[in-house]
């Protein structure tokens, strides 16, 4: 069984391991500054950053924003050394379970193998290939656009809700990023 235990900063042990793995497992230019998330972590309601638990101990971790009508998964990461092992699967099981609205997530386009075994990953845990044009916003002034893919569980439909979808995770999450390279 899987837990999805929110956690926050003052949660020392099981916040550096989720941080270690968020910095180990993203490129800088695939997350916040550190600062930014420690504050994002212990002060934003919407954004929930998680220790995922097997048996007490930690596995990986999973950030998400609540935003009422779906939820945006930011971040997702279990352990290097324990992946292969059911985990991902499992936490998405939970996740649904615990969030009970549609989920949204931003995948990279099916260019390399490893973008297309975790775009099948998600297909095969229900959520859908939305394959319009999408541009993640930078997370840092000076850094580009990255070209990625929004998929979504739940009851959101490309194409009647990828704008609205677009535009909050543009608006709440990257805090209207698209100002930041026309500054």
């Not at 793995?21 to 504050?39: C, I, K």
């Not at 995922?52 to 290097?80: K, M, Q, T």
């Not at 930078?138 to 929004?150: E, F, S, V």
């Amino acid at each position: 069984m899987i837990t999805i235990q929110r956690i926050h900063t003052s949660d020392k042990e099981y916040y550096r391991f989720a941080e270690n793995l968020l910095a180990d497992a993203f490129p800088v230019e695939e997350r916040r500054e550190l600062s930014l998330q420690r504050d994002y972590t212990d002060h934003n309601n919407r954004f929930h950053n998680n220790i995922l638990l097997s048996n007490e101990e930690p596995v990986g971790f999973i950030s998400y924003w609540d935003f009422d009508r779906f939820c945006y998964v930011e971040h997702f990461a279990i352990d290097p050394s324990l992946r292969s092992n059911g985990y991902g699967q499992k936490v998405l099981t939970s996740l649904k379970e615990k969030l009970q609205c549609p989920i949204v997530l931003e995948v990279e386009l099916p260019e390399e193998e490893i973008s297309i075994r975790r775009i099948g990953f998600y297909q095969r845990h229900g959520f859908q290939l939305w394959k319009e044009e999408y541009q993640q916003p930078p997370y840092r002034k000076g850094d580009g656009y990255l070209p990625m893919w929004l998929m979504a569980d739940g009851d959101l439909n490309c194409e009647k809700d990828f704008e609205v979808v677009r535009d909050c995770i543009y608006k709440e999450v990257y805090n209207n990023a698209t100002k930041l390279t026309k500054e």
